[in-house]
């Protein structure tokens, strides 16, 4: 109800904010999601090197959950840096994609669209989907009751529970599954989308093979790390 | 060879247009493809049908006229060329080949495969141009050192043809390599400097206003541009537009 109620009222004000000037060109909307996206980017790293504690040792994760679920800089700054950076990139995208199927009202009969693009490049809008989806079971898993352990419930703080709630989530395979394939989705949106976001701020010179090089080993490697502790927690139940 | 065509018909910008089928026998594997569509037309005008209207001017891949979306790709199979340089030896005996017209909102068809491209014309009178004194104090261009590589890439970006076929394989139907190209090669050079923030905030806006998408970066105007046109155009219009924008 909040999410829907919080996207409603974002919706709105980026139809104003839009129209007020700094979002009402193409390449000024653009920029905006290629800075949110490689702000989600930046996050990915930190989100994965909290879960790659889990791997190796119960305490360091723990203490290294604590921190995160209760430090006030990260609840209160960060985190709504974070929900905003999520809701203006999927937002921004539908808008875009929107705008985007209407420059074109009738579709060729024959289109070989593959000879000139990648698969990844044109589907970013389903990929997106699949993560969104993702985002939605995952908010279910660990968000909301995390949050309801905060500040709804109420309960007393356990700084050694966060091991066992990651561990518990990992038990069913069709969960796993799902995991799995939504990273499979991140990476395929990764393999565009990094590279990508570098040429929408108009970066595109000497640099740009290493970016596109360092963007696919980035596209692949951090899903992989994902996909991998998934798997470790079902296999070490 | 023998072929069978199927080629968009419409009558005009508001009638329906369909898909019609069409047969053209001994086709030579010489002929460009506007001259096998000169062939079927003749075949059409003797059998008292209306002839296809088709784009065409120069037919030697310089004037940009010619247009086509032939079997998926614009400017059909080959590379680097447009409609009037691709051969029939790109085809086979017996072949189906699709004939298009490029499609986007801000192409609209005026007649069978033919397409208003005045969007193009609009964009470039918006800021497409430099201001030069012509009251007798003319300088010389040729006065103004230009270093070879700054010369040499704004060519490069001066050999855009402003054909369309950038937006007719944009799955967002986007202008932004042709609107790249054109900022490029005055951007590029000490004379067209001046001007540049003006130039580029105004064609972004009548490209905007003109209804073409939005670039999602999937590079396919880059592969089927008839003059090799680079991505880095667009990324060289985005950083010029966020410059003139944060200059304000």
Redesign the interface.
Known sequence: MVVILLKRNFVRFLRIFSTMGILSSSIARKVAMALSALFLVFFLIIHLTVNVLSVFSEEVYNTASHFMGTNPLIQFAMQPVLFFGVVFHFVMGFILEIKNRGARQINYVKNKAGESSSWMSRNMLYSGLVILAFLVLHFIDFWFPEINHKYIAVLPEDPTRYFEELQVKFISPYRVVAYVLAFVFLALHLLHGFQSSFQSMGMNNKYTKSVKNFGKIYAIIIPLGFIFIALFHYFNQ | MNLTL?I?RQKGPQAKGK?VKYKVADISEHMSFLEMMDVLNEQLIYSGDEPVAFDHDCREGICGMCSL?I???AHGPDKGVATCQLHMRKFKDGDTI?V?PF????FPVIKDLVVDRMAFERIQQAGGFISVNTSGNTQDANAIPISKHAADEAMDSATCIGCGACVA?C????AMLFVGAKVSQYTLLPQGQVEASDRVINM??Q??LE??????????CE??CPKGIS??N?????????KA?LKG
């Open positions: 199927k968009w898909i979306y079997n998926g790709e699709y298009e499609r986007a909102k801000a394989s799955k967002n139907s986007s972004v806006t490209m905007d209804g073409f998408g939005n670039c999602t970066n999937t590079g396919a592969i089927v991505l880095q667009i990324a060289r219009l985005n950083s010029e537009f966020l924008s």
